[in-house]
Structure formats: C-alpha cells, structure tokens
Nanobody, 124 residues
C-alpha cells in the first residue's frame, strides 16, 4: 500500500502563500494520479486539484483556479500544492490522495490512498 504524509500547513494572513507537500513511500509513485482535497469542520471533503501520472494533465476546482498550482516531483516521490492569494475560505485540513486510475478525478471514491492531513489557517 501507498503511505502518504502531508506537511507545510500553518497560519498565514489573507493574501499570503503556502506550499504544501505530500511525501509518498512508494517507488512507483510516478504511476499514480495524485490529488489534493480539503475539509472544514462540519463540511464535506471537497476536491481541490489533481495531476496525472506524467504531470502534463491537471484539474482544478473553480474556487482555486488561477491561485493554486499542483505539481509533482517523481524523482522525490513528492506531490506539491502551491497556494497563492489565500482567502479565509481556503482554511481547512488539506489531504493528499493517490489513485491507480490513469486520469484525474474529482470524487473521493476515485482515490485509493489518503494521508492524515495538514491544517491550513488563514487569518483576515
């Protein structure tokens, strides 16, 4: 099984930036589609972004388009989420996920493995 560990969360002021990382304990990391989701207390887990095996195909939620960038470094078995122009509504626990499917998906049922999450707090 693939083990995932998120890091990089913290407290940031509105308009600021953070970069989240997700380390995978799998040498075949490059063969997994990867995604980022987030969840606020009392709300459903929602899709943020996804990237295909090679990294040439990405997908973003409308709420983060133009502000967030998903990327991967297959040599380091690591997934990234660069978050710019952060808004208070971006505050949530962010989770990375891995899928054995070829193309990126937006539903939680599309993904096979999940990390434990990292907290992002945005102050006004």
């Amino acid at each position: 099984q693939v083990q995932l560990a998120e890091s990089g969360g913290g407290l940031v002021q509105a308009g600021g930036s953070l970069r989240l990382s997700c380390a995978a304990s799998e040498r075949t990391f490059s063969r997994y589609t990867m995604g980022w989701f987030r969840q606020d207390p009392g709300k459903e887990r929602e899709f943020v972004a996804a990237i295909s095996w090679i990294g040439g195909s990405t997908n973003y939620a409308d709420s983060v388009k133009g502000r967030f960038t998903i990327s991967r470094d297959n040599a380091k078995n690591t997934l990234y989420l660069q978050m710019n122009s952060l808004k208070p509504e971006d505050a949530a626990v962010y989770y990375c996920a891995a899928s054995r499917m070829t193309y990126s998906g937006t539903g939680t049922d599309y993904y096979d493995y999940w990390g434990q999450g990292t907290q992002v707090t945005v102050s006004s």
